[in-house]
């Protein structure tokens, strides 16, 4: 098969060399995706002093962010985008929470100490930044999946968003 250049030109384009060919799409993910997973491993030691089980998370989330970029460059195929959505999302979710509700999970001394109540993490600019990123990822990885894959995934993002304010608004979230 061959293409043309701006410039007239033809140049021969295989199937393999088509396949590795990178969209601006897959290298927006990949950034978002290693700058969320750097700031993850970066704040990883304070979150282990905390509890060991706060810093495995940080560890995994960021290591699993980090691989996703070479992931999402190597294969950017409908599995690995709903895969990135999903994960993503859920580490936005768990933000959320553990700025507004606290979290379900925390050390045993904070659970004596504040009689079953959990303790809520104040926003900063690099959980900000993360989440940023992290949503950047979700939004990008939804235009690479099949049309009725996308309008299905958009819905359900829409539906989960209006659901976090209307709980924001009720009061349910902090």
Excluded: K
Excluded at 23 to 44: E, K
Excluded at 66 to 78: C, H, Q, S, Y
Excluded at 131 to 152: D, H, N, S, Y
């Amino acid at each position: 098969m061959t293409t043309t250049t701006g410039a007239g030109a033809t140049t021969a384009t295989t199937p393999a060399a088509r396949r590795y060919e990178l969209t601006s799409t897959q290298l927006w993910v990949a950034l978002a995706s290693v700058f969320a997973g750097g700031i993850h491993l970066a704040v990883t030691p304070e979150h282990l002093e905390h509890w060991w089980v706060y810093g495995t998370f940080f560890i995994v989330t960021g290591l699993f962010q980090v691989a996703f970029a070479g992931w999402v460059l190597r294969r950017p195929t409908w599995p690995v985008a709903l895969t990135g959505i999903v994960v993503n999302l859920g580490i936005v979710l768990i933000w959320v929470a553990s700025r507004t509700t606290g979290l379900p999970i925390t050390p045993p001394e904070d659970i004596t100490s504040h009689e079953g109540t959990h303790a809520l993490e104040a926003v900063g600019p690099a959980d900000l930044a993360a989440t940023g990123a992290e949503l950047v990822v979700i939004c990008l990885l939804a235009t690479l999946l099949p049309p009725r894959m996308r309008r299905a995934t958009v819905n359900l993002l829409l539906a989960t968003g209006l659901g976090l304010w209307a709980l924001r608004l009720s009061g349910a979230l902090g």
